[in-house]
Nanobody, 124 residues
Framework: QAQLVESGGGLVQAGGSLRLSCAAS????????MGWFRQAPGKEREFVSAISWSGGRTIYADSVKGRFTISRDNAKNMVYLQMNSLKPEDTAVYYCAATRAIVSIAQEGRYDYWGQGTQVTVSS
């Protein structure tokens, strides 16, 4: 059974940092692209960042570019999202997801597996 489990969320003041982790199990996720999405209250889920299976390619939403960094450790089946200079508008539930797709990995519909999410709250 493929499983993704996020951790590292919490409450932080604006300007602070958090590091989200996603632990993958049940499959060889080293061959999957991995992504982070988020959903704020009353809003649709949106793309945040994605990384190719090798880690050689990363993409970011414009809203987080320059502040967030995605990375992965295939030996540990882990994916990370380092979030710096957090803003109140970053408040959301953050989801880790895995895709076998190579292109269009910013699209939610391309993802095959999803975690349950971790709450990130940024206070002003």
């Amino acid at each position: 059974q493929a499983q993704l489990v996020e951790s590292g969320g919490g409450l932080v003041q604006a300007g602070g940092s958090l590091r989200l982790s996603c632990a993958a199990s049940g499959r060889t996720f080293s061959s999957y692209g991995m992504g982070w999405f988020r959903q704020a209250p009353g809003k649709e889920r949106e793309f945040v960042s994605a990384i190719s299976w090798s880690g050689g390619r990363t993409i970011y939403a414009d809203s987080v570019k320059g502040r967030f960094t995605i990375s992965r450790d295939n030996a540990k089946n882990m994916v990370y999202l380092q979030m710096n200079s957090l803003k109140p508008e970053d408040t959301a539930v953050y989801y880790c997801a895995a895709t076998r797709a190579i292109v269009s990995i910013a699209q939610e519909g391309r993802y095959d597996y999803w975690g349950q999410g971790t709450q990130v709250t940024v206070s002003s």
